[in-house]
């Protein structure tokens, strides 16, 4: 079966490695031609002027910032009931991306949300239950580093994740739950976007280059994560005796 | 559309740029991190396989 074959730490390792310069070239380049889009060929809006460009960055990265998380407390699940080290090495190398994806949207709203609400930052809704995703994240390096042995840390740290997941509908629908200062979706899996295709176009890039970008960066950490885990195994011996001449 | 303009981003300039440069610096530092550990682990594992080998002998 394809996905034991590539789920053993050993076959892993290699296979990541020749995947992540394919992955690199990739995100550079539909990110350079997101931005590029954005900046430079996407029209002013007519409501915000050319302050929404901000939304090319902004949007991508919360989707972002959810999407990862649920990788995450997926990979999570996964290792707690079959023990795949590969998927707590996953789970453990989300957590710092995940983080990332998700200051970037607090700070680009904020920064976005002075101009255009006259306030860096409300307590309403949305921004709240982002803000704990920051928290969540943070919580669940915190527990992992706070434990000692790797298979016990995981544990701790996917159970947290798991319990954190609740919070994903919660950001979600929380523009609609409640009254909040942020602005409805502007895309939706359901119905038509209310974006026209010039401005929807180099956001769908920009997500796509960031997904693209967490393939890429997430298989970095995995191989060295996996390569300390497994560092009494005869095959890292072998890998890093090879890299040494 | 003039250089200036595009800078200036319809008087929207400082926001949009320090937008936009937060999250690329947050994007690079994410490839510099896995880059500079992955080194860290190699150098620390290549000790850690000689200290085992040495034992063994």
């Known amino acids: ?245 | 559309m003039s250089w200036s303009e595009f800078i200036s981003m319809g008087g929207y300039g400082g926001y949009v740029w320090s937008a936009y440069g937060f999250a690329i610096f947050v994007l690079v530092i994410n490839v510099i991190i896995p880059m500079r550990r992955r080194g860290v682990v190699l150098k620390a594992l290549r000790q850690f396989i000689v200290s085992q080998t040495v034992q063994e002998k």
């Open chain 1, 1 to 245: 079966m394809i996905y034991k074959k590539y789920a053993s730490p050993k076959n892993f390792y290699p296979l990541a490695g020749r995947l992540i310069p394919w992955l690199g070239v990739l995100t550079v380049l539909l990110l350079a031609v997101g931005l590029y889009w954005g900046l430079f060929v996407a029209p002013t809006d007519y409501q915000q002027g050319e302050s929404y460009r901000i939304i090319f960055l902004h949007v991508p990265s919360a989707w972002m910032s959810m999407f990862v998380y649920v990788i995450m407390a997926a990979a999570g699940a996964l290792g707690l009931t079959w023990k795949t080290k590969l998927a707590e090495v996953l789970a453990s190398a989300c957590a710092p991306i995940g983080a990332s994806f998700t200051l970037v949207t607090l700070v680009t709203g904020s920064i976005w949300g002075k101009p255009m609400w006259g306030t860096w930052w409300v307590w309403d809704a949305r921004l709240t239950s982002e803000l704990i995703l920051l928290f969540l994240y943070i919580g669940f390096m915190a527990l992992e580093a706070s434990i000692e042995e790797p298979r016990r840390a995981a544990r701790a740290a996917a159970v947290l994740a798991l319990v954190g997941v609740v919070n994903i509908p919660i950001i979600h629908f929380s523009v609609e739950w409640w009254n909040t200062l942020h602005q409805p979706a502007s895309v939706s899996k359901l119905g038509a976007p209310s974006i026209h295709p010039s401005m929807l176009v180099p956001l769908l890039m920009m997500f796509i280059g960031f997904k693209l970008y967490f393939a890429t960066v997430v298989l970095m950490r995995m191989r060295y994560a996996i390569l300390e885990r497994e560092k009494h195994t005869r095959w890292v011996a072998e890998v890093v005796g090879t890299k040494a001449q």
